[in-house]
């Protein structure tokens, strides 16, 4: 087969079509050389199409160390001690020239990728703009109580506020030293993101759940939360039963500038925190976004430090961790294995819907979602993806 470079994005998405299936080709067959040329291919169009700049040198380090499995532990002959390696994962640290030739020399990190400048957006409390938090917006929503009186107070008396129920403003300094693992088509507001963040955690907190046990997520806990699905009141019910396994499910409506769709990170105590803006009020956008920041948690959520942010609009980028957690959470709620045979894969009733929903216990909106994701068509099946039908299911929360 005679391929060309790709230029539109419904080649690109056949091209993946055509990737995934000719991933289990054995190398130097047809098959093989065919999957060699269409991942060149794609990769060429995604840096073009979503460019990348250089990593932190911080984010490239926790990459090399993913990429050798190795533990904090490993890099203490290139950093010195275990207090030191943890201060530099955690940006309290900064690099030495000692440090950078070590890690260069003997993990294998560009010289030229270590000694970038450290992002500064994280910084310290001090350095913030108070003014540019949306306060308008985190009033209006609630999630401060305020008088006629104290609608006068200064902008960062507003902010202390929403970071009470977490410690005090103290902790916005934590806030602004956790690395965001931003999936997003659009630049997201670094202060709409901290207040959102924070009100998420907090509303955890409110759960009071009792501490989390490592390992306790798994395949067999995702899958009996995607059967969840089924029911009516499915998003209450999973919001119930993950609350039995210490995993606080909470629902924060999106700030502006952040077009985001979920998050997943630990909380104080812990324990892994799931935040769903319901940004699109659709029983398959529900689902697909909760299964998708459940897989951050099961696969590579590990640290305080670090909160993984989703526009589930955009591509997965060439972040190895977010194409993970889409074939995790895709394969969770329909198995390849399973949708490829099934009439629904080729045809689009409301019949064969139901049928394959039916089989694997799920929502018909879930299938509904996958053939609509699929074709790049979000103009059909539109009263089978369950709009309107999960916002109302939250009453307290100001939409």
């Not at 606080?248 to 700030?255: K, M, S």
């Not at 590990?302 to 526009?311: K, L, S, W, Y």
Request: aromatic fraction near 8%.
């Amino acid at each position: 087969m005679t391929y060309k470079i790709i230029k539109t994005e419904e080649d690109y998405h056949k091209a993946l079509a055509r990737i995934d299936e000719l991933m289990d080709a054995e190398p130097n067959t047809p098959e093989g050389d065919e999957l060699e040329l269409l991942v060149t291919l794609v990769e060429f169009y995604e840096e073009k199409k979503y460019p990348i700049g250089m990593p932190d040198p911080v984010e490239a380090i926790k990459f090399r160390m993913e990429q050798l499995n190795i533990n904090q532990q490993a890099l203490v002959p290139f950093i010195g001690s275990k207090s030191k390696v943890s201060e530099v994962l955690a940006g309290k640290r900064f690099l030495t020239v000692p440090m950078l030739r070590a890690l260069h020399e003997g993990l294998g990190i560009p010289a030229d990728v270590l000694l970038k400048e450290p992002k500064i957006e994280n910084g310290q409390a001090e350095h913030l703009d108070w003014n540019k938090f949306p306060i308008k917006e985190i009033v209006k929503r609630g999630w401060i109580e305020v008088t006629a009186q104290e609608s006068k107070k200064e902008a960062q008396w507003f902010i202390e506020r929403l970071f009470e129920p977490l410690g005090g403003i103290e902790q916005v300094s934590v806030f602004c030293r956790r690395t965001f693992v931003e999936r997003s088509g659009k630049s997201m507001d670094k202060y709409a993101l901290l207040a959102w963040t924070a009100r998420a955690l907090a509303k955890a907190q409110s759960m009071d759940l009792p501490p989390y046990t490592s390992g306790t997520l798994d395949e067999s806990i995702m899958k009996q939360v995607a059967k969840l699905s089924f029911s009516a009141k499915g998003p209450l019910e999973a919001q119930a039963f993950l609350a039995k396994h210490r995993i606080a499910l909470v629902i924060v409506p999106h700030l502006p500038r952040t077009h985001l769709d979920g998050a997943a990170m630990l909380s104080q105590q812990s324990n892994p925190v799931i935040g769903l803006t319901v940004r699109h009020d659709r029983i398959d956008n529900f689902w697909f976004s909760l299964m998708h920041e459940l897989a951050h948690v099961w696969k590579h959520l590990t640290a305080f430090d670090e909160a993984f942010v989703d526009n589930l609009d955009s591509g997965p980028g060439k972040d190895p961790r977010e194409r993970e957690a889409d074939r995790v959470s895709g394969e969770i709620l329909i198995p390849r294995s399973i949708w490829r045979r099934s009439d629904a894969y080729r045809q689009r009733s409301p019949d064969v819907i139901n049928e394959l929903a039916f089989k694997l216990n799920i929502h018909p909106a879930i299938i509904a979602g996958r053939i609509r994701h699929d074709a790049k068509n979000f103009y059909i099946l539109t009263q089978m993806v369950g709009n309107g039908m999960v916002r109302k299911q939250f009453p307290d929360i100001r939409w």
